[in-house]
């Protein structure tokens, strides 16, 4: 994606040694601690419904470059965070090919390989697109793994927007046919509470159903999707723009969000409901406080209005389809020789709707910090908060 300043690159695989990010363009000055990224980290790997390969990593970020005494220096930052799950793979995974493989070798990559492709997952377009004829080679970059660097990334972007005061956070507002219908009443109460639970749900009974939505779901080889909510506050007005379609910001976070493996849709505010809703209830009143600032009692528009922030929280909804690797077997095709056959099965998720939210959530930091580091501009810290007038 076209990012404006804060710029990134990620690589790794699922089962590779490790995964990998550098970041070019964080002003110097910015206090940031691999504590808190390690900890953004541990948040992406829990979650009621998630499979056995999160008992073996402990997903723990090394900062390489970038940072000095606990602040940026203004120097690209290199990121990695450790596969303990290598281990298990090295032959498989291995660089070279080995000219003279050990028998326990040869078996390993052949168990590993497959050729039966998962309906819902990138193998059969991955297959075609790259000329892969093992879809092990497909698997491995298209996986969800390689969302753990990504949420690194977005940890430093939200150690950024901490220096401004900008603040966010993400829910689960349903899993599979359970919907959170009781909100608690702010923002605050929301976090707290979503922040106790394993699914990430702010209201205990609808969590009890979700967790039993879950084992049900396990109990018949199956997987379920979900909905989630990702909001950011305390946003500046004018960030995005109307006067191209790829500045606006709405646009820009709904790519973010669209493009995380199994997201099918995204809602900036009351998304879809708007179709429903008459202009008059839609559009968010505005009114004068006594101080001379504007306020409003809806934020129907999600903080956006015209693709630009208009102050208001930023609220953005994404809708996670259900993992495609499942016991109970899809019929599909061997590629191998065509004939008809049941999909691949491996080691997988039953549902990874919160560790989902957790990765919308740095996505969209990332999207609100390369905005806001465009807009303010400045190489460090100083000049940057001169120019927010704080
Ligand atoms: C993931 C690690 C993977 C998967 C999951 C995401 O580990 P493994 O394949 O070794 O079990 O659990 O990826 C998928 C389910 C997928 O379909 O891409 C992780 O770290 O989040």
Redesign the pocket.
């Known amino acids: 994606m076209g990012m404006k300043k804060f710029r990134f690159l990620t690589s790794g695989e699922?089962?590779g040694k490790c995964l990998n990010a550098i970041i070019e363009g964080v002003p110097a000055g910015i206090r940031i601690k691999a504590a808190i990224i390690n900890s953004d980290l541990a948040r992406r790997q829990q979650g009621y419904g998630r499979?056995?390969?999160m008992k073996i990593?402990h997903d723990t970020v090394e900062i390489k470059s970038g940072i000095r005494q606990g602040k940026t220096t203004g120097a690209p930052i290199c990121l990695e965070i450790k596969n303990n799950?290598y281990a298990n793979w090295e032959d498989v995974m291995a660089v070279e090919k080995l000219e003279y493989p050990t028998e326990e070798a040869l078996r390993k990559l052949e168990e590993k390989s497959f050729t039966k492709v998962r309906p819902g997952?990138a193998d059969y377009a991955g297959s075609k697109k790259y000329n892969l004829a093992d879809l092990r080679d497909v698997l491995e970059r298209?996986?969800?793994?390689k969302?753990?660097i990504e949420v690194a990334v977005g940890s430093i972007a939200k150690q950024i927007l901490k220096e401004f005061g900008i603040l966010g956070f993400s829910h689960v507002i349903q899993i599979g046919n359970v919907k959170l219908d009781f909100y608690p009443k702010t923002y605050t109460l929301i976090k707290e509470k979503a922040e106790q639970s394993n699914v990430m749900c702010a209201d205990d009974l609808t969590a009890d159903r979700m967790r039993k939505a879950i084992d049900d779901a396990a109990q018949e080889g199956d997987t379920l999707g979900g909905k989630f909510e990702v909001i950011f506050g305390n946003i500046p007005v004018g960030l995005g723009s109307y006067v191209h379609w790829d500045m606006a910001l709405d646009g820009r976070l709904a790519q973010a969000v669209m493009s995380i493996?199994a997201v099918k849709a995204v809602e900036i505010g009351a998304g879809v409901d708007s179709a429903s809703l008459p202009g008059s209830k839609m559009h968010d009143e505005i009114f004068v406080a006594r101080d001379k600032s504007i306020y409003r009692n809806t934020n129907n528009a999600g903080g956006i209005e015209g693709g630009i922030s208009n102050g208001e929280a930023i609220v953005i909804k994404g809708t996670m389809k259900p993992?495609?690797?499942m016991k109970k077997s899809l019929a599909t095709v061997d590629l191998k020789d065509m004939s008809p056959a049941n999909a691949h099965f491996?080691?997988?998720?039953v549902c990874?709707v919160p560790?989902c939210a957790i990765v919308a959530e740095a996505r969209a930091a990332i999207i609100i910090a390369d905005e806001l580091l465009s807009k303010i501009g400045g190489d460090s810290l100083t000049e940057m908060k001169a120019h927010y007038g704080i």
């Open positions: 699922s089962h499979g056995e390969r990593e799950d997952h298209s996986s969800a793994r969302t753990a493996p993992i495609p690797t491996e080691r997988s998720d990874a560790a």
